[in-house]
């Protein structure tokens, strides 16, 4: 099973960038899709990105397209969540989360989860 560790949350202004990363370790990374979550405090985990095994597809969830970006890199072992123009309402705790297959989206039921970081952006 891959463990998965999440870094590079914290506060940012809104309007500001975050760059997510998502450290693999255990098996390599390139067997899994790779998709990123949220979730704040008394709402439901929300979907916000996915990248299937080689990087060729990818799908965002309404609130992250045309802000956000998912990238990965196999020989780092690391998938990336690149986040721009941020909004108080992104405030989250955001969750990597690993997929043993070609493909993964938001209704996938995903192998591994990371403990999170947290995002917090103060208008």
């Known amino acids: 099973q891959v463990q998965l560790v999440e870094s590079g949350g914290g506060s940012v202004q809104a309007g500001g960038s975050l760059r997510l990363s998502c450290a693999a370790s255990g098996r390599t990374l390139s067997s899994y899709a790779m998709g990123w979550f949220r979730q704040s405090p008394g709402k439901e985990r929300e979907f916000v990105a996915a990248?299937?095994?080689?990087?060729?597809?990818?799908s965002y969830g309404d609130s992250a397209k045309g802000r956000f970006t998912i990238s990965r890199d196999n020989a780092k072992n690391t998938v990336y969540l690149e986040m721009n123009s941020l909004k108080p309402e992104d405030t989250a705790v955001y969750y990597c989360?690993?997929?043993?297959?070609?493909?993964?989206?938001?209704?996938?039921?995903?192998?591994?989860w990371g403990l999170g970081t947290q995002v917090t952006v103060s208008s």
């Open positions: 989360a690993a997929k043993s297959a070609v493909a993964a989206g938001p209704a996938s039921v995903y192998d591994s």
């Open positions: 990248i299937s095994r080689g990087g060729v597809s990818i």
